[in-house]
């Protein structure tokens, strides 16, 4: 290898040394002496310093003091500008190109510890070195990746198993094979709409082996109505969707479910993502908006509302309004906006005003209710005008309070009250809420020191709305920028962020996991891509090629061949690629909270596949119903088949959060959740073995066993067989048989013996003409194969 | 992540050593497959930064916020100014959530204070019992927190700052530490009375993986969800049951490799286990009549029962509880969180206040003095208090008749310990003449949990969890939280 290595400025030395890129940095933390004169090397495929993983992480130690929170002495590393500018000596830190000029250098080798930085622990003798040879070669900062739009691919053979494979191929490393059918139709099934396939699905496909029997299959599962609301889920985690108010009083909230219902909808009709992206941020500014427009707007009503007596409305809205800004950074953004609601960012580089100029945009929206999208159809017109009227009065009189409050604090509660008294209002009269713009007495915007909002910053007059400076600049339809600018904005195709943000999360809901693995933050403290080109260019796709169709973006990942890997893992690879991040085999989830009782229910023949409508409650212990201090709104169970909806209708609680969703790792609806942890735990055991639902899908599962040609007597093992067919999508191999069948006998024995345990075991789902001895052995049985891990992963 | 690394011979010490039957050498085959941590056990237990104190908690939180200055804070002065306006200079910056200030007069406590122990440390008539442990208690009477509501105060308490989705103590120390027991949760939270306003969120584990969640316990019935086999299952069963689905699973592992199989198989080996360990816990058969006696297991509800603490037996749950909080923390489980919620007196003071603390004087009393018998005090930290404290004013809501409770109070409050190497017989910190504010050594929450944190041999700067780009803590990041020597012997 030739490297050839500048010192200082021009002076070129070559040095040739046998080494790979990997020894390069053991050359370079090593060779002291060496390279303290040493500058760049040219040769692009022998890695070089790399600021990101070479000197940034030296950086990272010198941000706690030296950052975006505190500039002590007057001094930051956040950006190239920063370390160079004076400091509080006027004198600059560093000075490009000359270690000799720049005092950094001599703190952080200093001997003596009053002098020496950092104060606590110093740097190894190779980070001082690596920073010496980093500023000697001229402190090159390049720009964070994230901040450059994606480009198109360089080459025409662009496709997803071209990066992949080109990744592989640098390791040496071969692809898995193609999963088998049934794998394939399992996983396709539960990716796509979170259901698992028939037993005859299942065999017609296994039967036709062609490649358009894959494609139809594709087309069939995204044209099912059950697409929307398995991938609507997806987005409620990020929209914080809940169906109460939060906090101590912890209200529902009646018309929540307009919303998610409108997601479900916009999903299963192939929404553009641009189009889904404004009507959720400024749905009610779009001229000539529909009733469905207000509707999406609910996006930004998700956030917690605290109408505790005694708090302080304005604080709770000042709240309302930083989630608002916070949630779109890492939703569309994946930037960690929010830090900077008390200061200027750490480490990114936005800074507090820019935040509190975001939420400008945010700060004159009010919230309105009206009868939106059929919601008054039970009612009589005139019945409707009245509601209308006797609701405008309340919020008239809310305002009254609201001004009062502008200037005696004191009456702060008499608007929680009123607060209180229009949500009940609404709860009890089907309005549905939505975001309105205020057009008279329109709050100004200003810098709230440490984020209080009884403190903010008037010098300098209020802050108009506007974008982050970094990002390309935000063209604007009138005078002052509005809501529908910044939604225009975030979905214009130069924006470096929103595309790759949305695609990388498509990617993660079909392989288990992101591209880039810390989805909620694209930040320079967040992870690299494991395989940028793909990235870049499935964002570019998205955009172009797509037209924004989430549809067209998951048909073009899953016709991959690296989609149809085989999940097996490779012990081999167990140490190169201990994460899989280079994509040798397919992932193996276990699917998520709602998704595992949803396939256990539809397992068991009781899943109730109606579509939208108002909350159900499933059966929740009553301790949990009780916990709430909300104690008022009881918990009452579902009757008939609203008791067996898909987990995504289930009433979302703040404070009494479902054990079956939180147990399994569904996210507490406190902010967006891009990604959902995916724990494996004994309480998790304990409940699917024993809690009251999953053991209702057992007795019903053995039920439907058990009633499978029950004139025609089938035997032990073709019922066996049947409950894999159905859970499994697989054929049971003999040895797995013959352990159910044994399990089975002996239940069957204890069970003849025991006819009240026998009755009890089977509650409400006996099959008739069965003896309750055989029925409780095969529920005792069936059980077993919920249970199975193979069940609840998707392979 | 995690400073503190779990290792995988821990896992095989503590999780797998159960493992009924499976073959142990299947796994120990796969030794890159454990390697990678997926599979290793995340409760397993382990040491912190530095030698530890202690090494469970028992975190008595007095949701609703009791007044201090009818309990501990004991203020002559206010007792002479009873009924006078509030002085002009606190006047200015305060905020209530429904005193009404023009009208409002400070208000006397109608309670006695005397003192007690060697140390002379005061507390009111209305708690006789813990009196007699003050040699033991470390009384701060300087604590101080960010917030005035309850949601968002208790959020603070529980979390270090006020924000949804926070991982609150107890699941940061089972973070940190792992727990002693692998049969049961590391960390229980038992509940009595009317539930508090916070609901689950006191006892989340916010962004730390679930299995640091808090357990709710139940103090009657099986103590955790889904502990029974379903009806009509017996033992025998479920054990069958199990080892069929520990060989079919078995066979999948074996097949493609994956250890999470391994780690689930091993979890329902963990969950039949405690099915068995956990009902021991709760079932008070072993307990002498002496030690029932001294909890007040039995202790009837007194004649006058209270308007908010709910219904049921409230004296029998709360003593209960606290009887169960020792076996636990006999038993290993790492942090116990006994939530208690109806101290907002924001009216009724004297009836109200006197059913509660009457209710919690002796059982906290009889915790204390039997982990002291014991010897499992100097390992066990006691904390007890509530979210905030209430104003020197009394509370003048209108609307109401008379004026009979006190209203929020963050600048100032009470809060006690005993155990895990604090300084018993100390009393730290003073408040002004009335009790408005720290005349010294004020005692921010941070300040609170980062010493608690230490007794537990963990640097609260080190105990961190990398999310969202942020290293994150339990003390809040932008806030500087020191460790109160003081506070510990």
Redesign the interface.
């Known amino acids: 290898m030739t490297l050839v290595l500048r010192v200082f400025a021009g002076t070129k030395i070559v040095l040739r040394a046998m080494c790979s890129s990997a020894c390069l940095m053991v050359l370079l933390l090593n060779s002291g002496t060496l390279l303290s004169m040493v500058g760049a090397a040219e040769d692009d495929k022998t890695n070089p310093i790399d600021f990101t993983r070479d000197i940034q992480p030296i950086l990272d130690k010198c941000v706690g003091c030296h950052g975006g929170?505190k500039k002590n002495a007057g001094l930051s590393v956040l950006s190239r500008e920063l370390l160079l500018a004076p400091t509080d000596s006027d004198e600059p830190a560093v000075v490009a190109g000359d270690i000799s000029a720049s005092p950094l250098v001599d703190r952080i080798s200093s001997d003596d510890p009053d002098e020496r930085m950092p104060p606590e622990e110093p740097l190894e003798p190779g980070e001082i070195e690596a920073l010496k040879a980093w500023i000697a070669q001229g402190a090159q900062w390049p720009s964070h990746w994230a901040y450059a739009p994606p480009r198109p691919a360089k080459t025409e053979a662009a496709s997803v198993d071209h990066f992949v494979l080109k990744q592989l191929a640098k390791k040496g490393i071969a692809p898995s094979e193609s999963a088998d059918r049934r794998t394939l139709i399992r996983r396709l099934s539960l990716d796509i709409t979170g259901l698992l396939p028939t037993p005859i699905e299942v065999d017609a496909f296994v039967h036709d082996q062609s490649d358009e029997a894959y494609v139809q299959l594709v087309d069939r599962l995204l044209a099912s109505p059950h697409y929307g609301e398995r991938w609507a889920r997806h987005w409620l985690d990020e929209a914080r969707y809940a169906d109460s108010d939060?906090?101590?009083k912890?209200t529902p909230k009646n018309d929540s479910y307009y919303f998610r219902d409108w997601v479900v909808r916009s999903l299963n009709d192939d929404m553009p993502f641009d189009q889904f992206t404004i009507k959720q941020i400024a749905g009610d500014l779009l001229p000539e908006h529909t009733d469905d427009d207000l509707v999406a707007t609910k996006f930004h009503l998700q956030t917690?509302f605290?109408l505790?007596?005694?708090?302080?409305s304005e604080e709770d809205r000042t709240k309302r309004i930083i989630d608002r800004v916070s949630t779109l950074g890492?939703v569309w953004l994946a930037s960690?906006l929010g830090?900077c609601q008390?200061?200027d960012h750490?480490?990114d580089p936005f800074n507090q005003r820019e935040f509190y100029s975001m939420v400008a945009f945010f700060n004159n929206a009010d919230f309105a209710g009206d009868f939106l999208s059929g919601s008054e159809k039970s009612k009589k017109p005139e019945e409707v005008e009245k509601l209308r009227k006797e609701r405008q009065d309340k919020q008239t009189a809310l305002l009254a309070v609201l001004k009062v409050q502008l200037e005696d604090?004191?009456t702060s509660?008499d608007v929680i009250q009123h607060l209180g008294g229009l949500r009940n209002f609404d709860n009890q009269h089907g309005l549905v809420r939505y975001l309105r713009e205020r057009t008279e007495d329109r709050r100004q915007t200003y810098v709230l020191s440490r984020g209080d909002f009884q403190r903010p910053i008037t010098e300098g007059g209020d802050l108009a709305p506007s974008t982050p400076v970094m990002f390309p600049t935000m063209k604007i339809r009138g005078d002052v920028p509005d809501r529908l600018d910044l939604a225009h904005w975030l979905v214009s195709p130069e924006h470096p962020l929103v595309a790759r943000v949305a695609a990388n999360k498509i990617w993660m809901h079909l392989f288990g996991r992101p591209l880039v693995s810390?989805p909620?933050?694209f930040?320079?403290?967040?992870a690299l891509a494991s395989n940028q080109e793909l990235l870049d260019w499935l964002a570019h796709w998205y955009v172009h090629e797509g037209a924004w169709s989430r549809k067209a973006l998951i048909r073009l990942i899953v016709d991959s061949d690296t989609y149809r890997q085989s999940?097996?893992?490779?012990?081999e690879l167990?140490?190169i690629d201990?994460d899989n991040d280079l994509l040798a085999r397919q992932n193996?989830p276990?699917v998520e909270a709602e998704i595992l009782r949803d396939i256990a229910i539809q397992a068991s023949g009781l899943l109730s596949r109606k579509i939208g409508g108002p909350c159900v409650f499933p059966p929740i212990?009553a301790?949990?119903a009780?916990?709430?201090?909300a104690?008022q709104n009881k918990f009452k169970v579902s009757e008939g088949e609203d008791r067996y909806r898909r987990g995504l209708y289930t009433f979302f609680r703040?404070?009494?959060?479902d054990?079956n969703l939180?147990?399994f790792?569904c996210p507490?609806s406190?902010?967006a959740k891009p990604q959902r942890?995916n724990?494996?735990?004994?309480?998790?055991?304990?409940?699917m073995?024993?809690?009251e639902v999953f053991?209702e899908a057992?007795q019903a599962f053995a039920g439907r066993l058990l009633k499978l040609s029950m004139a025609s007597g089938l035997s032990d093992h073709a019922r066996i067989r049947q409950g894999y067919l159905i859970a499994l999508s697989r054929e049971p191999?003999t040895?797995?048989i013959d352990?159910?069948e044994?399990?089975l006998q002996?239940?069957r024995e204890?069970y003849k013996s025991?006819p009240?345990?026998?009755?009890?075991?089977?509650?409400n789902h006996a099959v008739g003409d069965v003896d309750p001895a055989e029925n409780?052995a095969w529920v005792?049985?069936s059980?077993?194969i919920l249970?199975?891990?193979?069940f609840f992963?998707r392979n | 992540m995690n400073t503190i690394d779990v290792t995988r011979r821990d896992f095989f010490t503590t999780a797998a050593s159960g493992l009924g039957g499976i073959a142990l050498s299947t796994l120990l085959d796969?030794q890159?497959?454990f390697?990678?941590g997926a599979a290793a056990n995340p409760l397993a237990n382990k040491p912190g930064h530095f030698p530890a104190k202690a090494k469970s908690c028992i975190y008595i939180f007095l949701a609703g916020a009791p007044s201090q200055l009818d309990l501990f804070d004991h203020k002559p002065v206010l007792q002479k100014l009873d009924g006078q306006k509030m002085p002009e200079s606190l006047a200015a910056g305060a905020?209530?959530?429904?005193i009404?200030?023009d009208t409002a007069r400070l208000m006397a406590s109608n309670r006695k204070f005397t003192q007690h122990g060697q140390s002379g440390m005061w507390f009111s008539d209305l708690l006789p019992h813990l009196g007699t442990c003050a040699d033991d208690i470390c009384m701060i009477n300087t604590m101080q927190t960010d917030q005035?509501?309850?949601?968002?105060a208790q959020l603070m308490m529980q979390c270090g700052q006020a924000?949804?989705?926070l991982p609150t103590m107890g699941s940061w120390l089972s973070y940190g530490l792992g727990t002693e027991n692998q049969n049961l949760?590391s960390y229980v939270v038992l509940?009595a009375g009317?539930?508090?306003?916070?609901?689950?969120?006191l006892w989340?584990n916010g962004y730390l993986?679930?299995?640091h969640?808090g357990?709710?316990l139940?103090s009657q019935g099986p103590p955790?969800?889904?502990?029974?086999?379903?009806?009509?299952?017996?033992d025998?069963?479920?054990r069958?049951?199990l080892d069929?689905?520990r060989?079919?699973?078995q066979?999948?592992y074996e097949?493609?490799?994956?250890?999470?199989?391994a780690?689930?198989?091993a979890?329902?080996e963990?969950?039949f286990r405690?099915?068995t360990e956990a009902p021991k816990l709760t079932d008070l058969s072993s307990e002498t009549k002496q030690t029932l006696e001294d909890y007040g297991v039995n202790r009837p509800e007194p004649a006058e029962r209270s308007g908010s603490a709910g219904v049921g037996d409230q004296f029998s749950s709360f003593a209960t509880n606290c009887l169960l909080a020792r076996r636990m923390v006999e038993s290993g489980v790492r942090f116990v969180n006994i939530i208690f919620?109806s101290w907002d007196h924001h009216s009724n003071l004297d009836k109200e206040l006197r059913y509660n603390a009457t209710m919690i004087d002796q059982p906290i009393a009889a915790l204390i003095n039997d982990l002291k018998q014991r010897g499992l005090l100097d390992e066990t930290m006691v904390v007890c208090g509530g979210e905030f404290g209430r104003t020197p004013l009394g509370e003048n809501r209108p609307g109401r008749d008379g004026v009979t409770g006190r209203?929020?109070h963050p600048t100032a409050f009470s809060m006690f310990m005993a155990g895990g190497g604090v300084r018993g017989g100390y009393t730290h910190g003073e408040t002004d003449e009335i009790g408005w504010s720290p005349a010294r050594d004020p005692v921010h929450i941070n300040d609170l949990q980062a010493t608690m944190l230490k007794q537990f041999g963990i640097d609260h700067l080190r105990l961190t969890y990398r999310t969202?780009?942020?290293n994150l803590r339990l003390t809040n990041i932008?806030r500087e939280a020191g460790v109160i020597d003081a506070l510990v012997s």
């Open positions: 929170v939060g906090y101590e912890d917690q605290n505790e007596g005694g708090v302080d890492t960690t830090c008390c200061h750490p480490y604090k004191s509660n810390s909620g933050d930040g320079s403290r967040g999940s097996t893992v490779r012990p167990e140490q201990p193996r276990r212990p301790i949990i009780e916990q709430t201090y104690g703040r404070t009494a959060i054990p939180a147990t790792d507490d406190s902010a942890d724990s494996n735990n004994a309480l998790q055991a304990l409940a073995l024993q809690n053991h057992a191999a040895e797995e352990l159910l044994n399990l002996q239940a204890y025991q009240d345990e026998a009755i009890q075991l089977i509650g409780a005792a049985t059980r077993v249970n199975l891990d193979e992963t | 796969q890159g497959a390697a990678t905020k209530f959530a429904f009404q200030k005035f509501n309850h949601h968002p924000r949804f989705g949760p509940s009317r539930g508090s306003s916070g609901g689950a969120t989340s993986p679930s299995v969640a357990v709710l139940r955790i969800l889904d502990l029974e086999n379903p009806a009509g299952l017996p025998m069963l479920q069958k049951g069929v689905l060989e079919l699973n066979r999948r097949e493609i490799h994956d250890p999470e199989i780690s689930r198989i979890n329902y963990m969950a405690m099915q919620a209203d929020h969202q780009g942020v932008t």
